[in-house]
């Protein structure tokens, strides 16, 4: 029992191996281990062992886990793309136990209504997936009582600090650009508003991950000695028998953590499963692993010079991110506003870990928000965005168009930019149209990957023009906030000279009189090229192993299990076969107590729950 870097002697075998620790992976083990004591279960994570981590446990900060240096995270590098002006985007992924949960910006953000309903899949409606919606949480938030979970592992609150002056000036502002303040967006209906966002933080100040909430408190409690996690190793790839059922896995250690052995050879170690492999890799992990075990597309395969098992063209296909752009703002705001202080190293981090104080539990983003444009705004934005919003949103107000959060800082190198209080609007598009994927190139674990984002590949710049109307939005309600006092220069478009609508770097005092700025082909050329220049991923990785007909590219049926093959299973945010309105970290959680439920009554040989409330 318990957390190892090397596997005990006698563990050759077990009931059911989890490949992946991350969000899902951590919630399936330990419903599966609390709900069935006679399982002897295995997860098997690559990143290291996440207990009280300052850097996870207090989400104040949360930041130093994106760093270039940090082991807690994976960073895939995209392929060059003409699109993206020939960069090569990087998108971070959780590389520590609780996967992205542990590391991510702890926005309690659910999906709507029509997200769940338009996956189409038995089981998997919005209806019926409002009981593991509530049974994951133990809500503190406003809103209507039978909307949420008091009773469930993961803690919502707003973590016992809030920054109320940027927040009442901000929810202010939106209201005179349209947008009202809405008590609880997280209802799955409410929609077109500004939040005051509620965290995966407790009202004690501590993140709510899935390894501390699921997994820590069993490997501690001396009651489930049937639950085993290994970190720091890497999941090869899944093994099959002559009738195709997976039988185990291959893994290795994974360099980054343990000791090379001779020169560069890591050794291959191999894990039976007796009942059950799950493999929880994230959008990112799961199509490789699948790959370098002989599922996928038979050319691909054949190309890294993988033996086929079962052809599955949908392996890796159809990657899906959040397009998102980060806009910064210089501010009048006091030190306690902003955690500018503590980035910049000019507040102690260890005194305030010794004080307990309250700011340790503020992730810095009270503000959030779910909209929509309004009819004239379609228009402006040509007719082939008409056509696409006509078809798709007009008649479908549940769907936002995109997500605007305010979060109190500067985010980027605080070496970089004058000292001062600063905040920065974050605009990522909701339901984009472009698609990429993520391939293998060959057998080994540490060959290079084909990934390719895909953002803004779509027909006719959709995507791009929705970023275009955020940009314009969101400006216009910083520009009415009082702690407004300009654009930081170096975060926002180059605009002509001369433009009517140029930043204004420098503000005494807040704007008095705020008109709408109106923009030029010109300026609009500049918002183009700079959304180009600096669109990146909001780290919501999905759909790359779909839930759909395996006609249409699926890869898992309703029940989670793997198209062609037996014994195999998959529970992460690969599944789902359409984009959400949100944050995507609920998305993985509910995946994850979904997931579980099918295993279990499977495993007592009844149907899964697909009743509704």
Same mark, same amino acid.
């Given at each position: ?112 209504? *029509? ?136 893994? +290795? ?18 894990? =039976? ?18 790959? /370098? ?9 054949? /190309? ?41 190293? =000019? ?127 969101? =400006? ?8 407004? =006092? ?50 990146? +991923? ?27 093959? *037996? ?19 609920? +998305? ?26």
């Amino acid at each position: 029992m318990g957390i190892y870097t090397k596997l005990a002697d006698d563990i050759d075998e077990v009931d059911i191996i989890i490949a992946g620790g991350g969000t899902a992976g951590c919630i399936i083990a330990g419903r599966l281990a609390e709900n069935d004591p006679s399982l002897c279960i295995l997860v098997i994570e690559g990143g290291a062992n996440n207990k009280d981590v300052a850097s996870i446990v207090h989400p104040v900060f949360y930041l130093q886990n994106l760093l270039p240096t940090t082991k807690t995270a994976l960073f895939y590098k995209g392929n060059k793309s003409k699109q993206l002006a020939d960069r090569e985007p990087i998108v971070p992924s959780g590389g520590t136990l609780g996967g992205g949960s542990s590391i991510n910006f702890m926005m309690y953000t659910r999906a709507q209504r *029509s997200d769940f309903d338009s996956w189409k899949t038995p089981g998997w409606s919005a209806d019926e997936m409002w009981p593991f919606l509530k049974k994951l949480e133990t809500y503190h938030g406003p809103g209507e009582k039978e909307h949420h979970g008091y009773d469930g592992p993961v803690h919502v609150s707003d973590g016992g600090y809030r920054a109320k002056t940027a927040e009442d000036d901000f929810i202010r502002a939106a209201g005179q650009v349209g947008f009202p303040e809405v008590k609880d967006l997280q209802n799955l209906e409410d929609n077109n508003g500004i939040q005051r966002w509620q965290r995966y933080v407790s009202p004690e100040g501590k993140r709510q991950d899935t390894a501390h909430t699921y997994i820590h408190p069993k490997l501690e409690d001396g009651q489930h000695s049937n639950l085993h996690v290994l970190v720091e190793s890497k999941v090869v790839r899944v093994l099959f028998d002559e009738n195709k059922r997976a039988t185990g896995v291959e893994y +290795t250690p994974n360099p980054e953590f343990q000791a090379t052995i001779g020169l560069s050879m890591h050794p291959i170690k191999a894990v =039976r499963a007796r009942k059950l492999v799950i493999v929880t890799c994230g959008a990112c992990g799961t199509p490789p692993v699948l790959e /370098r075990s002989g599922l996928g597309d038979k050319k691909i395969l054949e /190309r890294a010079g993988v033996p086929l098992v079962e052809e599955l063209p949908g392996v890796g296909k159809d990657y899906q991110d959040h397009h998102l752009v980060l806009y910064p703002y210089k501010t009048s705001l006091e030190p306690d506003q902003t955690i500018d202080g503590v980035l910049s190293g =000019r507040v102690d981090a260890a005194e305030m870990v010794k004080n307990k104080d309250k700011m340790l539990g503020w992730n810095a983003i009270d503000v959030s928000s779910k909209l929509r444009p309004t009819e004239d705004e379609v228009t402006s934005l040509g007719p082939e965005f008409k056509a696409a919003w006509d078809r798709d949103f007009k008649y479908a107000p549940n769907r936002p168009l995109v997500l605007c959060g305010l979060v109190s800082c500067f985010l980027g190198d605080p070496a970089s930019i004058p000292a001062g209080q600063y905040v920065t609007a974050g605009n990522y598009t909701a339901y984009p149209y472009s698609r990429g994927h993520m391939h293998i190139t060959g057998p080994k674990h540490d060959d290079a990957l084909d990934f390719d984002v895909g953002f803004f590949n779509d027909t006719n710049d959709i995507d791009l023009k929705k970023q275009i109307w955020a940009y314009k939005k969101h =400006r216009e309600i910083l520009r009415r906030t009082n702690f407004y =006092r300009g654009e930081l220069a170096a975060g926002h478009p180059k605009f002509p000279s001369g433009s009517a609508v140029a930043v204004v770097e420098n503000v005494d005092a807040p704007l008095s009189d705020v008109q709408d700025l109106v923009y030029s082909k010109e300026d609009d050329a500049a918002i183009e090229q700079w959304l180009r220049e600096n669109v990146n +991923t909001t780290w919501h990785s999905l759909g790359t192993c779909k839930m759909a007909p395996r006609e249409d590219d699926g890869v898992v049926d309703k029940d989670l299990n793997v198209y062609g093959v *037996s014994g195999l299973k998959i529970a992460d945010l690969s599944i789902p076969p359409e984009n959400v309105g949100g944050n995507t970290n609920n +998305t993985a959680l509910v995946i994850g107590e979904k997931a579980a439920d099918i295993i279990l009554m499977e495993l007592r040989g009844c149907q899964p729950t697909t009743s509704k409330l």
